[in-house]
């Protein structure tokens, strides 16, 4: 089945070492995202991806930054994790100007 | 700037029963989708129904309809004969059609849904 995986499910790191979560997908869509989700929260997007052009949300700490080596996968690094940045990290993916299709997560706990 | 509202953080619902989530938004725009996601706990979000802001007709898919409208800016979902699976939050989301690719979508801040035996 066409979908977006996100590895790991699970991501525990230490306050201020750096961490990288991962996306993939087989939906061929051209568009990926990322967003943050903080417990009982509507999703945050942090970003997205339209093919090769890197699109930054303008309240996006610069502490996140994201890669996107190719059409199928999408990367999320975090520099120097604080706190504050424990969440649920969702992947999303979409043909330019369609729905959103979620993949299941991340949750990065910060010790 | 679009907004989206969903004044119901919490609601709750027998089995069988049928329940309305609200939700309303605010645009200038008007060509747009409206969507209700659904994100059970500890599980992915899916997608419930999408709504074309163009199109008059309600969406309905199974058990799952809108109320669409336009003019009072309103999308309420119905869930008919209510099940324990559909025990999850809900979001209710706005995106701009056409425009910049990857538009974002504005989500509410959703609502908990419970459905009890």
């Known amino acids: 089945d066409a979908m977006v995986i996100q590895n790991p499910r699970y991501q525990v790191t230490q306050f201020g070492k750096p961490v990288t979560l991962s996306c993939s997908q087989t939906?061929?869509?051209?568009?990926m995202y990322w967003y943050q989700q903080k417990s009982s929260q509507a999703p945050k997007l942090l970003f997205h991806y339209y093919d090769k052009d890197f699109n930054n949300e303008a309240d996006t700490p610069d502490n996140f930054q994201s890669r996107r080596p190719n059409t199928s996968f999408c990367f999320l690094d975090i520099r120097s994790p604080g706190l504050g940045d424990a969440a649920m990290y969702l992947c999303?993916?979409?043909?330019?100007?369609?729905?959103?299709?979620f993949g299941p997560g991340t949750r990065l706990t910060v010790l | 700037a679009q907004t989206v509202t969903q004044s119901q953080p919490e609601m709750s619902v027998q089995e069988a029963e049928t329940v309305t989530l609200s939700c309303t938004y605010d645009t200038s725009e008007n060509n747009y989708y409206l969507f209700w996601y659904k994100q059970p706990p500890s599980r992915q979000m899916i997608l419930v129904i999408r709504?074309?802001?163009?199109?008059?007709q309600n969406a309905t898919e199974n058990r799952f309809s809108v109320n669409f409208q336009k003019a009072a800016k309103s999308f309420s979902l119905k869930i008919s004969d209510s099940q324990l699976g559909d025990t999850a939050m809900y979001f209710c989301?706005?995106?701009?059609?056409?425009?910049?690719?990857?538009?974002?979508?504005?989500f509410g801040k959703g609502t908990t849904l419970s459905v009890s035996s």
């Open positions: 989301a706005f995106m701009k059609f056409g425009g910049q690719a990857g538009t974002a979508l504005i």
């Open positions: 709504q074309e802001a163009y199109k008059q």
């Open positions: 939906l061929n869509h051209n568009v």
């Open positions: 999303a993916t979409s043909r330019a100007g369609n729905e959103q299709f």
